[in-house]
DNA sequence: CATATTTTCGCAGGAAATTGCAATATTATG
DNA sequence: CATAATATTGCAATTTCCTGCGAAAATATG
């Protein structure tokens, strides 16, 4: 067993389980546990995990932001990323937004879709960028560093002068009087002119989110076509319907 | 049996299996193991697939994946690196080229550096965000998937903009006549765009592109200011020093 | 067709990397 | 503080890698 192997299996475990041990490892990679000490130590100098005593936990690459949120409602996410896959034909030029929900969404394209997708979501981006159909492009500006996307009037700048077929919206309150709102002033900004060049705006959601509200304003409700959330949500979906919001 | 009928063998095995091993390569082919090590050796200087102890990997399409990181601990890179480090103080405005040897630069940094590091690579940015005190801005555009920087009119119109104290370039061939080229059209634009909008250019050059050139013009060899390399191209020193440039 | 040149390939021996083991230090925990 | 678990270090056995060399095959050249 090459040296890679062992690596691509200790990578694997830390992610799924998200702790290894010295123990375990020597046990299914068939070495000793220096062996394993080794390994783990080469993979702490790439930054690829964090040695602990007794084996080691994941490194996320942006501390407690991203990566965190993005296993705390993993099914959900994934049930409402795929709805939304649906709405993906050949050819289109999507605009798609930070967050988690939307990054489960380009995790589940499948190999042959033709898309051009633009973006200002690092973690979107390099996933994409292993995709072999799709052009990606980032918009530029200053990295937020705790949602990983870039923001500011380059940002805007760069959406501006766009015209996409559909915008999947992510990380945003939900209120049917206040609007689609977020915590941030810049990326408010931002999302506000996602919304606006765009012909179809889909919101990705988690019931979590539905009905409430944070302090700076992306747009009004009725912006959103469509609304994709998940079981929980549909229960609060009636006073988006009653708006000619398309819930599902 | 033709050497092309192994190479094709050893990549379709490689396909299917995810590794090689020379010993069985050996077998399957009918030759000594130290031809099939020669094979692999020409296989990865195409970029084909990755040499490892004992075999051969694919080239994982995943740019910084693991085994692709983990080899770039060359010591001419982060001996250059180190070089570099002295150039920089907190405060500045850094524009940083795409590359090994600017990557290798930044995973250098000092926790306690302040800087502003303008960059068109993703990777870079990637390792900067976990970097407490770099600000990061990310030039917008699309992205080359082979190179994993953004590149176009966005990108230069975001570089244009700016005033940097210093530019690193990075992959890059110098010539002390033909001056600074690249393989790409696109890319060498980009270049040109980052020499204009900084006071100061440093080159890291590892001694193997000094003296050679490509199709695409980025500069004269006069718009450096400093090239850092490695032991061996300070041999080829000389004729870049006689022009006035401070080769370390 | 004969000869020269280049390419390919296997082999040998020394260099380097990998791995497991044992001895020793360090840390956790009651 | 004592004891057990875990880490580190040095070392030796093994495997793998690299280099130079020569033989054979392929190719070029007159």
Redesign the interface.
């Known amino acids: 067993m090459?040296?890679?192997?062992r690596?691509?299996y200790i990578?694997k475990k830390l992610q799924t389980d998200h702790k290894v041990l010295h123990t375990e490892l020597s046990n299914d990679l068939q070495v000793s546990e220096d062996t394993v000490r080794r390994d783990l130590e080469?993979?702490a100098q790439?930054?690829?995990l964090i040695k602990v005593r007794g084996g080691a936990i994941p490194h996320s690459?942006?501390?407690f932001a991203f990566n965190e949120r993005i296993n705390i409602h993993e099914d959900d996410k994934r049930a409402i990323a795929t709805k939304a896959l649906s709405f993906l034909h050949n050819g289109q030029t999507i605009i798609m937004d930070g967050g988690t929900s939307t990054y489960a969404l380009v995790k589940l394209f499948p190999p042959s879709l033709q898309l051009t997708v633009v973006t200002p979501s690092?973690p979107i981006?390099?996933q994409l960028?292993?995709h072999p159909e799709v052009?990606?492009?980032?918009?530029?500006?200053?990295?937020f560093?705790s949602s990983?996307v870039?923001s500011g009037l380059?940002?805007i700048r760069?959406l501006e002068k766009l015209r996409a077929d559909i915008c999947f919206m992510g990380v945003c309150s939900l209120h049917t009087e206040v609007g689609v709102t977020g915590p941030d002033m810049d990326e408010a900004a931002v999302k506000n002119v996602m919304v606006q060049s765009a012909n179809k705006v889909i919101a990705l959601v988690t019931s979590d989110k539905m009905g409430t509200a944070e302090p700076y304003k992306v747009c009004n409700i009725t912006a959103m076509d469509t609304i994709i959330t998940d079981e929980a949500g549909l229960a609060l979906a009636a006073p988006y319907r009653q708006l000619g919001i398309n819930v599902i």
């Open positions: 090459l040296k890679e192997e690596f691509d990578l080469v993979l790439n930054g690829l690459p942006n501390p690092i981006a390099m960028m292993e052009e990606v492009i980032l918009t530029g500006g200053r990295i560093k990983q870039t380059d940002t760069m």
